[in-house]
Structure formats: C-alpha cells, structure tokens
C-alpha cells in the first residue's frame, strides 16, 4: 500500500516568504501529525489533525499553521520565514489519535526547507 | 512533561560486536517506537513495542521494553556497516504541547570495518 507522501521534497525560500507543505496520510489513517527536526534542537512536535481538527499544537509561533481536509490530506503553512526556520519537516501519519496507536506511526519522506 | 533520554549519543563500533542502546523515560507509558533515520532521509520504523516485557526481533537488532523500570533497549548483535545510522526512540504519550509522541535526542551509530 502506499505510504506517507510528503511533496515538495525540497523548498528554497528567501526570508520575509511564505511556504506550504503537504502531507498525505497512508490511506484509512485519520491522524496526522507535523514534526520539526533540525541539528540542534531534534523533533520537535508542531501540530496534530485528526477528523479536519486540530486536536494538538507545539510550542511554535503563530507563524506556523496548519490544517486538515476531509480526505485526510493536510498542509503547514509558515509564513514570513526566517532563517532559523530551516530544517526537516516530517508528517507521520497514525490509524486513530492519541495514544493506543497499535501501530505505530509512519513517517513521510519529509520536506527539506532551506531559508536564504 | 514527559523526558525521553537516550545514551549514548555517539557509539562507534567495530564490525562484529555487540552493544546495546538505553532509552529511559520519565512518565508511565505502555508503547514505544525505535526508528532508524539515514542521514538527509526521513525516519523508519524498527519497532513497536505495546506492553511491558515485549520483545522484538529484526536481524541483528533485538528490542525490549520495561514499563515498570521505563526503560527500553535496542541490542545490535555482531554489527554490520550497514547498520550504520542514527536510531531514535519516541514514547507514545499524550503530552499536550509536547505532542503524541516524544522522541530521544537519538543515537549516531558508527560500524566501523
């Protein structure tokens, strides 16, 4: 079956931009959940949407949003970008929310976002 | 808020011996995740472990887990170079802002021939 799919795979913005990055989940999965990971700082959890809903969010700034459409597809946004927003963003997609995940969470290929 | 530690951070190891990666985590939880990430690539999923006592095998790599002394092992058995990687492990744990699931600071494995 396929997998997690993350597009694009790799971004390069200038700063004061904004960016969108989509996810599409395993299908039948509901949850979808968007991590940070950069050299210093490791995964970091910036949302989780489950049934269109935002049922979670990290502690990022306001300048990172999300959402979740009816298929399941979802998207993060970031807008006025800054350098320190470089880094790997990963969606793992899970078949319910919250703990009890029985099968664990699959992870999409990530998106490689460069600031300039 | 729930702290996943890993150690070590750094292994280097030399082909053909054994050695086993801790994972300690601070709050009750039933279900833990190891993943193997390859540098620039995303992350993939080793083990899943949903009860105290589990214990899994893929290869040269064994899992186990202890929810009463939270605390999970990785065991690489007579080490390859191809496995070669950074391994991470996440605790499934519904942590508000830290998310579901809360990962280790990873460790870089290095098999050297």
């Known amino acids: 079956k396929a997998g997690v799919t993350q597009t694009p795979r790799y971004l390069i913005k200038t700063r004061g931009q904004q960016v969108t990055l989509s996810c599409s989940p395993i299908?039948?999965?509901?949850?979808v959940s968007w991590y940070q990971q950069t050299p210093g700082q490791g995964l970091q959890f910036l949302f989780e949407?489950?049934?269109?809903?935002?049922?979670n969010k990290g502690n990022f700034p306001g300048r990172f949003s999300g959402r979740q459409f009816s298929n399941s597809r979802s998207e993060m946004n970031v807008s006025t970008l800054e350098l320190g927003d470089s880094a790997l963003y990963l969606c793992?997609?899970?078949?319910?929310?919250?703990?009890?995940?029985?099968?664990?969470?699959?992870f999409g290929s990530g998106t490689r976002l460069t600031v300039v | 808020e729930l702290k996943v530690e890993q150690n070590p951070l750094f292994l280097s190891m030399q082909e053909g011996k054994n050695y086993t990666i801790y994972c300690n985590y601070s709050?009750?939880?039933?279900?833990l995740y190891w993943y193997r990430q390859d540098p620039g690539k995303s992350l993939e999923s080793l083990f899943v472990?949903?009860?105290?006592?589990a214990v899994k095998q893929e290869g040269r790599l064994m899992a186990s887990l202890d929810t009463k002394a939270r605390l999970s092992t990785l065991h690489i058995t007579a080490a390859v170079h191809d496995l070669s990687a950074t391994y991470f492990c996440?605790?499934?744990?519904?942590?508000?802002?830290?998310?579901?699931?809360?990962f280790g600071k990873g460790t870089k494995l290095s098999v050297k021939p």
């Open positions: 949407y489950f049934s269109e809903t935002q049922r």
């Open positions: 299908s039948g999965h509901r949850s």
């Open positions: 472990l949903l009860s105290n006592g």
């Open positions: 793992a997609s899970s078949l319910v929310r919250g703990t009890g995940s029985n099968y664990g969470y699959t």
């Open positions: 996440a605790v499934d744990y519904y942590g508000g802002s830290q998310g579901n699931l809360i």
């Open positions: 709050t009750t939880s039933d279900r």
